[in-house]
């Protein structure tokens, strides 16, 4: 057995309950059982009594919670007394699930990616997409351990929170960005000389769609002029035919729109930001691939975008 299984272990008998581990240690109530199984099955005894009110121990289990208890807090000092100084750093060898949106995987999350997989070479990642509300129920239900979303500034507001805390997690804040619409310089838009509201409502957009809308609030429909799609790809190549226009930030014009030079970014009518976060569980400690991953996340969208009030060519 792995001292991993003896900590699922003592976390199952302090706990009394199978669930309440799987959730701190974001496995499946499954997976954990088959694990404690196994323990009871290399030692040849029965160690957990399982009923409806929950987990108790047998007399053997006592007797290997005392030993279980002991062998872990131990493990735990030499690793504290041992880990520092000019040791080598902890080799993460656990596996982390991570929802995105499908924009955010081409913006910042493939880099975010490719830099865990070479920093922690023994550790597994898996990127699966949805969209925001179906990211943060996955979630709640601890079938992931990150969901990377963006949101615009409106949507994060106090309704937003009490929903979060309703399903015990939490949203992470990493960077918030201005919006700005892209559009073909030889378009018949272009010729505006300012985005009024009423010009910008009769214009076709083409756009994520990133509505975050909670449980009793009503969508904000669609206009049939309008186009929702589902990559970075597909909008840059419909603003490059002249399809419509495209809301999106210097970071995202900067990385795949620019190299078009008849591409070019206006303000918007309508001024607001975009926040690049994700939500995680906020009752239980994330493991250390977890923090890896969000300290990549973080570094990141760290990088510089470019100005557009600089006065430098965004190549």
């Known amino acids: 057995m792995r001292m991993e299984d003896l900590k699922y272990f003592v976390h199952v008998a302090d706990s009394h309950s199978i669930h309440k581990t799987a959730d701190e ?65 902890r080799v993460l060898r656990g596996s982390v699930k991570v929802l995105a949106q499908p924009r955010m995987l081409d913006v910042f999350v493939y880099d975010a990616v490719n830099a865990f997989h070479k920093e922690n070479p023994h550790s597994t990642l898996t990127v699966k997409t949805f969209r925001p509300l179906e990211i943060i129920e996955h979630i709640s239900r601890r079938e992931a351990h990150i969901g990377v979303i963006t949101i615009s500034e409106t949507y994060n507001n106090e309704s937003f929170q009490v929903f979060l805390s309703q ?45 975050l809308l909670l449980p009793g609030e009503a969508s904000h429909g669609s206009d049939a002029r309008n186009f929702e799609i589902n990559s970075i790809a597909t909008m840059k190549n419909m603003v490059a035919d002249m399809k419509g226009v495209a ?37 239980s400690t994330p493991m250390p691939e977890s923090d890896s991953f969000t300290s990549i996340l973080k570094r990141t969208l760290g990088k510089p975008s470019w100005n557009m009030d600089s006065g430098t060519s965004p190549e």
């Open 25 to 89: 240690f974001y496995r499946s109530p499954q997976s954990l059982s088959k694990i404690l199984k196994g323990i009871e099955k290399e030692l040849g005894v029965r160690l957990l009594i399982r009923s409806h009110e929950g987990v108790s121990l047998s007399a053997d289990g006592e007797k290997f919670l005392e030993a279980a208890r002991l062998i872990t807090e131990e493990y735990d000092r030499v690793t504290r007394d041992f880990g520092g100084g000019a040791s080598k750093p």
């Open 167 to 211: 399903k015990r997690l939490r949203y992470t804040l990493l960077s918030s960005e201005p919006v700005f619409v892209c559009l073909h310089k030889k378009s018949k838009w272009a010729l505006l000389q300012a985005f009024t509201r009423e010009d910008f409502n009769g214009i076709p957009q083409i756009y994520f769609n990133n509505d």
């Open 247 to 283: 809301t999106i930030t210097q970071r995202e014009y900067r990385r795949f729109f620019s190299r078009n030079k008849n591409l070019i970014l206006r303000s918007t009518p309508y001024p607001y930001t975009f926040q690049y976060g994700y939500v995680s569980p906020a009752d």
